[in-house]
């Protein structure tokens, strides 16, 4: 364990090297200001690492895996991460559901190869609903990806979003469509809000992901999610930015001297650390910080890609193991009360099949989790190989060694992910706009040279950065005086995309 450095001529010191607090110090250090980052793990990325979880030459994602968060954020587009070493791959096609009797939703880059293979009128339905935003999608998740726009850019494109957010995931897909396959789809980017379906505003997350497929992908980072946060701290450092690993922060008065401190931790957390300058009463408002379920995982090392009886399910980088919209709803209502039920929802992802060094050559990696009850200790594992099973008949014997790792585990490989949570806290209407505690700037702190960046402040959780860009920007204006534009420009060969 390094040391806390306790001296040093910084301008600006970051706890936590996640994406977030990475996209912090970027942003700072791009405004040439002398910034130190320290992370308590051995390397940066938090819940952004690549590990050989389960045998040599199987490279497992550990918590994030698929990112369409980063290929639609004004943020990281507004990276040279090439330069660096990021290159996305896209899978041939970004989503599949199975569904019983070899039935299967598809959903691909192209909205009319979606809405194609959709039966009946749900197709039209599908490219009516989503076609609109696509135009502006981009300047429409700069609006998105931040707190609550004064001055939208799109604001009719924003409220048709709000209209349709705000309702419950059950709402807007029997709202919209009829057939089993169009609402399947919809329930599981639905589930991404790890929340009951019947609740208002978890349809937000699914609107999101699906006009962000169409815009821009549900990619995967070359090699591993790794590549993403290891191509942003040379790009910090780069720009002169220093970072110290193996550096666990206990108290901000051992930190070397800055006029900001910036934390990319859990709002609990920062209060502990900084409670020699935080007021009493603001961190007892932190400490009632809601979080959400865990999640339970799996990473599994396999001799051949999955069986699935749907053909396209081979060709997805991911794939929602779930059922029709009533049965994805069920599993995620069951995860609250720590019973998953036999059949959880089980979000998988094989990123081998588009991206070959992720394994040995003719093997494959697996990545799959269901969401549990907060801090469960129950093994989930054969509940979410037995939903795997159902829809590819053969699975188990492909399967070569497995990795297992519930809440706690999840908690000590992240300290932000607090009783396994890996969203930053539950995104529902009384804490999606006032993370962590409602103020007018979500991420100051009565201490004005006290900042949080994490996935706790808006726009929440995902591989994007905006967190941490928001909360840079504001230290910018009220510890330094400047007032920079936020992104930048970039070529878009740049961004490191390929098919």
């Known amino acids: 364990m390094s040391s806390v450095p306790q001296s040093g001529e910084y301008e600006a010191v970051i706890v936590g090297a996640g994406p977030n607090g990475l996209a912090a110090g970027i942003t700072l250090a791009r405004e040439g200001l002398r910034v130190l980052i320290l ?80 039966p009946g009128r749900d197709g039209k339905a599908w490219k009516n609903w989503l076609a609109p935003f696509l135009p502006h999608a981009h300047g429409l998740f700069k609006d998105l990806l931040g707190a609550l726009p004064v001055r939208p850019r799109h604001p009719l494109l924003l409220a048709r979003f709000g209209l349709d957010a705000m309702k419950s995931g059950l709402c807007l897909a029997r709202g919209k469509f009829k057939s089993d396959e169009a609402r399947a789809l919809v329930a599981g980017n639905c589930a991404h809000s790890v929340r009951p379906l019947d609740q208002w505003f978890t349809a937000a997350i699914g609107v999101a992901l699906s006009v962000a497929g169409h815009a821009g992908g549900w990619p995967v980072a070359a090699g591993g999610s790794a590549s993403i946060t290891q191509a942003m701290a040379r790009y910090f450092e780069a720009l002169g930015g220093e970072i110290v690993c193996g550096a666990e922060v206990r108290d901000i008065r051992d930190l070397p001297k800055a006029r900001a401190v910036l934390f990319d931790t859990g709002p609990q957390a920062m209060g502990r650390i900084a409670a020699a300058r935080l007021p009493a009463g603001y961190r007892r408002r932190l400490e009632k910080f809601r979080y959400g379920p865990g999640v339970f995982k799996l990473d599994l090392a396999v001799s051949e ?32 009360t720590g019973n998953a039920g036999p059949r959880p929802f089980v979000l998988v992802a094989q990123q081998s099949i588009c991206d070959p060094r992720r394994a040995p050559a003719g093997k494959h990696t697996v990545w799959a989790y269901s969401h549990v009850a907060s801090r469960c200790g129950t093994d989930h594992s054969e509940a979410i190989l037995n939903s795997i099973e159902h829809y590819a008949p053969g699975f188990r014997q492909t399967i070569l060694a497995t990795h297992a790792m519930g809440p706690a585990a999840m908690e000590r490989h992240n300290a932000n992910n607090v009783g396994g949570d890996i969203t930053g806290g539950v995104m529902d209407l009384s804490q999606m706009f006032t993370r962590p505690v409602a103020r007018w700037n979500p991420w100051t702190t009565p201490d004005r040279g006290i900042f949080i960046c994490s996935s706790s402040t808006p726009p929440g959780g995902g591989v994007h950065g905006m967190c941490g860009h928001h909360a840079a920007l504001t230290a910018l204006r009220k510890v330094f005086g400047l007032r920079p534009q936020g992104f930048g420009s970039v070529d878009p060969a740049e961004t490191g995309s390929r098919a």
Do not use: Q, Y
Not at 91 to 110: S, V, Y
Not at 310 to 334: D, I
């Open 39 to 118: 992370e308590a793990a051995d390397r940066p990325g938090g819940g952004t690492r690549t590990v050989e979880l389960t045998l040599p030459g199987f490279h497992h994602d550990v918590c994030s895996a698929v990112h369409p968060m980063s290929m639609i954020s004004p943020f990281l587009r507004s990276l040279p991460l090439t330069k660096f070493g990021l290159e996305w791959v896209h899978p041939e096609i970004l989503l599949a559901h199975p569904l019983d009797g070899g039935r299967a939703a598809t959903m691909w880059l192209d909205l009319d190869r979606t809405a194609e293979a959709l």
């Open 305 to 336: 890609p999955i069986p699935w009886t749907n053909p396209l399910c081979r060709k997805a980088g991911t794939v929602h193991v779930g059922g029709t919209l009533e049965e994805v709803a069920a599993a995620e209502r069951a995860c609250r």
